[in-house]
């Protein structure tokens, strides 16, 4: 049984409130990917996740800033737009975060939710901790609707 061993952080991102977790099986060479980012406004699942790459490919993220804030945590933030005639509830967005020199430290999903049929709205997620330069890719994965 794979158990959750820390929770890391509570996050306000655009209007909804995340924790971002990991557990044993997400870590590097124990047989996981990364970190997960989940809603704790509510108890239940965010919905079914739509991988229509249709839907995908009419939302686009847009990462515009990378900083430390005042605690010397690194954040990103950055805008989702929803190209569809369709509100979303969620938009699930896989964020690959890397060192200056281009290698892989981390890799982790994040929900903005609810973003209303041609409309952006803003995310400002935690990324952890890291030494120097670091630089962030996106990528819309899914769409909940």
Known sequence: MRAVIVV???????????????????LPGLGG?????????????????????????????????????????????????????????????????RDKRGGLQKVMEANVRDVAAGQARSFDIEVGRFTGGFNAEAEVVGVVN
């Open 8 to 26: 890391l952080a509570l996050v306000l991102v655009a209007g909804a409130v995340y924790v971002f977790y990991f557990d044993a099986a997400a």
């Open 33 to 97: 990917g990364g970190l997960r980012g989940e809603t704790a406004a509510e108890e239940a699942p965010i919905g079914d996740v739509n991988t229509d790459p249709a839907l995908i490919e009419s939302t686009q993220v847009r990462v515009f800033n990378l900083y430390r804030d005042s605690y010397g945590i690194a954040r990103v933030a950055g805008e989702v737009r929803n190209g569809t005639a369709r509100d979303l509830q969620a938009v699930v967005i896989q964020f690959e975060i």
